[in-house]
């Protein structure tokens, strides 16, 4: 019986040390400094940050976002422009995350947070280093807390211990989600035509004015009918919201033996841009080029200077107008004062050339925008520049 007792008080002896050592690791936020800042200083120094580097499993490096003259762009894309705001969010993120407790420090366990070393082949979080602070920053950011709670998992790289930290930062591990993917963004109700050539036949698609709803298909054959009022339409939309994919140096891939389609879009105000798309492989490649169509813009300035005229003109008569109504009235009334006459009627000349000197600039924007590029383009967008004219025309009586 004495041996019993005494075989149940070490038993509960035992149960309580190790009820006090497991509790020992449950607090580690009293030396951590639960609360505390994970990155200190970078939310005072976030305009300082020079460089952020994404760094996956394998060491492979994903993205490295370096910030130049000419501002931000990532490496690994030939210095293509990085997405600033995509930057600073995630930037803003660490600032913003504070430690929560401390996890595990031992190395067999980091695997199931997510914070191993990223030279592991299957790492599945990522080494984020940040360069401007005043003292160098490595995270190795790991999973998000599922069990219920807030936070990510994370572990400073020349540290043992992991920790939990607020906030949702897993850094992006697609090179192409930081880049800034526009391409272009003109409204169809811009594009007065669509040119598509390809292996000698053309197709072309345009409206007369505007504020017309639907293009139209042009040169249909005898005894064919457009498919439908709105079949056109998609044509003038490819460069509405237009996004790639992915980006590569301009001569970096060609399209060899594909199938070309030369597709001009022409601007009602005589912007035009000029693409060449193919496709390789399961991807979809295009290339643009931009200019100015001087006498289709001479025409559009003009009709705008006239519908600038025809309104003042119009204001100053209603405003005329209305001073004679209230002086008849009342002799005493107030007068409205005349509207201010735009520079198309002040000085005509110096308008013109003002309205030409931004299409211009703007053909020259879009310039320096494509000349080092050729982009992968969606699907749904390249579906729209290799039609031919029986994909817009009903199916031939037979």
């Not at 460069?239 to 970096?252: C, Q, T, Y």
């Amino acid at each position: 019986m004495h041996n019993k007792f005494v075989r149940i008080a070490i038993a509960a002896l035992v149960a309580m040390l190790l009820a006090v050592w497991a509790g020992s690791l449950r607090e580690p936020a009293q030396t951590l400094g639960s609360g505390e800042p994970l990155v200190p200083g970078l939310a005072e120094g976030i305009n300082e940050v020079t460089a952020v580097k994404i760094t996956g499993a394998s060491n492979l490096a994903i993205a490295t976002l370096q910030r130049g003259e000419n501002g931000w762009a990532i490496a690994e894309k030939n210095s293509h422009p990085a997405d600033v705001a995509k930057i600073r969010e995630y930037l803003l993120k660490l600032a913003d995350a504070r430690v929560i407790e401390a996890k595990t420090a031992d190395p067999n366990n980091y695997a199931k947070l997510g914070v191993e070393e990223v030279s592991a082949v299957e790492a599945k979080g990522a080494l984020v280093e940040i360069t401007g602070l005043a003292a160098p920053v490595r995270l190795v950011v790991g999973n998000a807390n599922t069990r219920g709670g807030e936070g990510t998992y994370v572990r400073r790289a020349d540290e043992a211990q992991s920790l939990l930290a607020s906030g949702s930062f897993a850094a992006d591990k697609v090179a192409a989600n930081w880049l800034v993917r526009d391409i272009a963004d003109i409204p169809s109700s811009r594009v007065r035509e669509v040119t598509i050539e390809s292996q000698g036949k053309t197709l072309r698609v345009a409206k007369d004015a505007a504020e017309e709803a639907n293009h139209r298909v042009l040169d249909i054959p005898r005894g064919r009918e457009q498919a439908s009022e709105f079949v056109a339409n998609g044509l003038a939309s490819v460069l509405s919201g237009l996004r790639f994919d992915d980006v590569l140096p301009r001569d970096a891939v060609e399209p060899g033996e594909a199938r070309t389609w030369q597709v001009r879009y022409a601007m009602f105000d005589g912007l035009v841009i000029e693409a060449t798309a193919w496709e390789v492989d399961g991807k979809d490649y295009a290339r643009f080029t931009a200019r100015l169509d001087d006498e289709a813009a001479a025409r559009h300035v003009e009709a705008a200077q006239q519908a600038a005229v025809a309104g003042f003109e119009q204001a100053r008569a209603e405003v005329e107008a209305a001073n004679k109504a209230a002086l008849e009235a009342d002799p005493k009334a107030d007068q409205v004062a005349l509207p201010e006459a735009p520079l198309a009627v002040s000085d005509a000349a110096a308008d013109r050339e003002q309205r030409l000197a931004a299409l211009r600039r703007e053909a020259d924007d879009f310039n320096d925008r494509f000349k080092a590029w050729t982009y992968v383009i969606p699907a749904f967008k390249f579906a729209n520049m290799n039609k031919t004219a029986d994909d817009m025309l009903k199916p031939a009586a037979k």
